[in-house]
């Protein structure tokens, strides 16, 4: 796959891209992330993305400021690539220091590295069908709504739900509140109302879920952000995933239980509709 990476404003294929073994991202995983979908050449919800960008650098008082600057570098490396259907990551690490010290060092130099990679959508014939996904605890950290590249919990969800065939793994907590996938938001419909969990510390404020939900209430759909459980699912009539790549994923089944008729449901049908017609608007 074609992909153009950048380290600290410097240009070269992903491929050859390296950072220092002393940097705090590789070493303690102390760095924040970015997955932007760009259609047709054009980065959808980009402004969005950098402000969620600028929060988890706030919540984890990492000093990187320089939004006009990387704005610029990803237009302009999308630009001249000519990258069409693509996706940008964006990583800022806390740098390097001399050595391996969990306290920050004193005067920290972030490190910037984004990369714009072509992207090959596979999910057509999911996204009109449905999917099938798995639950699975919920293992991580008590700050889920900073988008740090801390993922092993959600990794190892993720592989749990590829191994049972799955396209992804919801987690829920002890008690079986379900609160998101491994790498996206969930909405169920339950009693004609449309739910997902509410912005707090234990999800990601996905930028899917959020354009959702203002495209839900714009449709006169009854939204509430409330949580639903794993013991809802069998009244649960419709069930789906959004997500930067995902966009809006029907879920026909969750473990072993069917979701409604097993198909996707009119709202869903109705969402995913909108999503398109802004993309195609873009
Ligand atoms: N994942 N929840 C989690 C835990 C996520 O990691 C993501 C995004 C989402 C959806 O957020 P958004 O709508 O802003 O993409 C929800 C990215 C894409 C990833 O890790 O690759």
């Known amino acids: ?51 969620r960008l ?53 005067h920290p130099v972030p490190l910037e590295f984004f990369y714009v990679e072509e992207f090959h959508d596979h999910l057509e014939a999911q996204r009109e069908h449905g999917v099938r996904v798995i639950t699975h605890p919920d293992w991580r950290w008590q700050r889920c709504d900073i988008k740090s ?14 191994e049972a065939g799955a396209y992804e793994a919801l987690l829920y907590l002890p008690d079986g509140t379900l609160l998101e996938g491994s790498r996206t938001s969930c909405f169920a ?35 509430e952000e409330r949580v639903f459980r794993v013991a809802d699912l069998p009244h649960v009539t419709e069930l789906f995933l959004t997500g930067t790549t995902s966009e809006i994923l029907p879920i026909v089944q969750v473990d072993n239980q069917v979701i409604g008729n097993g198909q996707p449901g009119p709202i869903t049908r109705s969402l995913q509709r909108a999503y398109r017609q802004l993309v195609d608007a873009l």
């Open 149 to 162: 590249t801390n993922l092993l919990p959600n990794v190892l969800a993720a592989q749990a739900a590829r």
């Open 1 to 51: 796959m074609r992909a153009i990476a950048s380290i600290n404003g410097e240009c070269l294929p992903l491929a050859e891209a390296r950072v220092p073994a002393l940097d705090r991202g590789f070493l303690f995983g102390d760095a924040v992330y970015e997955v932007i979908r760009v259609y047709r050449g054009k980065p959808f919800l980009f402004e969005e993305h950098l402000a």
């Open 54 to 106: 600028r929060r988890s650098l706030d919540a984890i008082r990492l000093p990187y400021t320089d939004f006009d600057g990387l704005r610029q570098r990803v237009l302009r490396v999308i630009r001249e690539h000519g990258f069409q259907e693509a996706i940008v990551y964006i990583q800022i690490t806390r740098g390097s220091d001399v050595s391996r010290h969990h306290v920050f060092p004193e």
């Open 189 to 223: 419909v339950l009693g004609g109302k449309l739910l997902t969990a509410p912005a707090a510390p234990n999800i990601l404020p996905g930028i899917t879920r959020a354009l959702v939900l203002r495209l839900a209430r714009q449709q006169g759909v009854a939204v």
